[in-house]
């Protein structure tokens, strides 16, 4: 099966990938810092530890106590963190050595640039690391911080009139799992419950963890309340962590749905009743199709035999399945997957690839709402990209009549 052949693929092409910005540390670090020789070899040495502590940690997570997994991971994934921000920082400093070093060589009528020695680089070193100390510091605050909610309000063209006002809050990219636990889950459904909403929808990547934790950790899930009930769908780290990506969605779904969580499995629900009403579909995430066709996202399947007069709202992970919503008639999509960039300014990078990053877009008759997630995944930092709880409004066009449009 394609989803087994790339859980074996991980390991060697993540070892691979990681190595580089290792090795470029270790030149700025060390090697050009000329270090005596006994804080060379140490400096070196956690280089490499640190280099594999990440990948050690993901693959020991399923092996060990839940405690030594934590204790692992929580340093592997602060670190994951500061490798980018010191890699972004040391680029940036050797492009305003390079950009001095021109400016200098032109003045002077000669190119020449100015020449690295180890006083330099120490200087460089020093500044470097610190002020990534205090992004760090702050980064990680505001990822455990309490979640904010962002309150939304969207007009739907095909809404009943009396349905002005329906509140949907969503939750996305929760990420439950050895840096966000339990306690943290409980306080989401806490706030959740707060807003009194009408519906709650949970668009994806809820948990992290091992399966047989699966009970005890989406607990609080239980205590969550909405007029119209509580919808999932999948996303992709449902399928990921596991040889069998399909039985780990699977567990999920099973999981939930003893606390009470519907999962939308390319299929579609009337909320309200009569004439005030809409449709609600919900889609696998799109990755799952790699691990079997059972979990193909299908939206046709979804969309069979409904009344188009009848306004849409989808749940669909990953923003980019806008496109195919777009041609179908779908009111809205409610998204996540891409945490806002979480760190800027990987932000950018991430803007570039999903093209819808966070907040409210329109594609043709389409609109789409990105959060940018309740939790986090990996390092537990945030920068230019709060966590948030979202609170959306739906109001009706007001052309809308106490039927349908």
Not at 129 to 135: A, E
Not at 201 to 211: C, F, K, S, W, Y
Request: include cysteine.
């Amino acid at each position: 099966m394609r989803g087994h052949r790339l859980f074996a693929l991980f390991f060697p092409v993540a070892l691979s990938i990681f190595a580089a910005p290792h090795y470029f540390l270790w030149n700025r670090l060390v090697r050009d810092t000329s270090l005596p020789p006994p804080w060379q070899a140490a400096a070196t040495a956690a280089i490499v530890v640190l280099y594999f502590l990440p990948l050690t940690g993901l693959f020991l997570q399923r092996m060990v106590p839940t405690g030594v997994a934590r204790a692992i991971l929580w340093p592997a994934f602060v670190w994951i963190g500061v490798m980018f921000l010191l890699l972004v920082t040391f680029l940036a400093l050797d492009a305003g050595t390079l950009g001095a070093g021109l400016a200098r060589s032109i003045a002077h009528g000669e190119w020449e640039l100015i020449r690295r020695d180890p006083g330099y680089a120490r200087m460089l070193a020093g500044a470097g690391c610190t002020f990534v100390s205090l992004v760090t510091m702050y980064a990680v605050y505001e990822a455990r911080k309490p979640t904010g909610v962002k309150r939304v309000d969207v007009t739907l063209t095909r809404l009943p009139a009396a349905l002005d006002g329906f509140t949907i809050v969503q939750l996305s990219d929760i990420h439950v799992g050895p840096t966000l636990g339990k306690a943290f889950l409980e306080r989401v459904v806490a706030a959740a419950n707060a807003l009194s909403p009408d519906l709650i929808a949970i668009t994806g990547d809820l948990i992290d963890d091992r399966l047989e934790r699966f009970p005890e950790m989406l607990a609080p899930l239980a205590q969550l309340r909405a007029r119209h009930g509580v919808f999932f769908v999948t996303g992709n780290h449902e399928y990921f962590g596991t040889k069998d990506g399909i039985e780990k969605a699977e567990a999920v779904i099973a999981t939930i749905a003893r606390f009470g969580v519907r999962t939308l499995r390319n299929e579609r629900v009337a909320i309200g009743g009569g004439p005030a009403s809409f449709d609600l579909a919900g889609v696998y995430d799109i990755t799952g199709g790699l691990w079997g066709p059972a979990h193909h996202a299908d939206l046709s399947t979804a969309l069979e035999g409904r009344d188009p007069a009848r306004e849409l709202v989808l749940l669909a992970h990953q923003p980019r399945f806008v496109r195919r919503a777009a041609r179908s008639g779908v009111g809205l999509q409610l998204s996540g997957h891409t945490h806002g960039g979480q760190l800027w300014p990987f932000s950018l990078v991430v803007g570039l690839v999903e093209s819808f990053l966070a907040g409210l877009y329109r594609v043709g008759e389409t609109q789409l709402y990105v959060s940018r997630g309740t939790g986090y995944w990996g390092p537990p930092m945030r920068i230019a990209a709060p966590s948030e709880i979202t609170a959306l409004c739906l109001h009706a066009s007001p052309l809308s009549s106490s039927g349908h449009a």
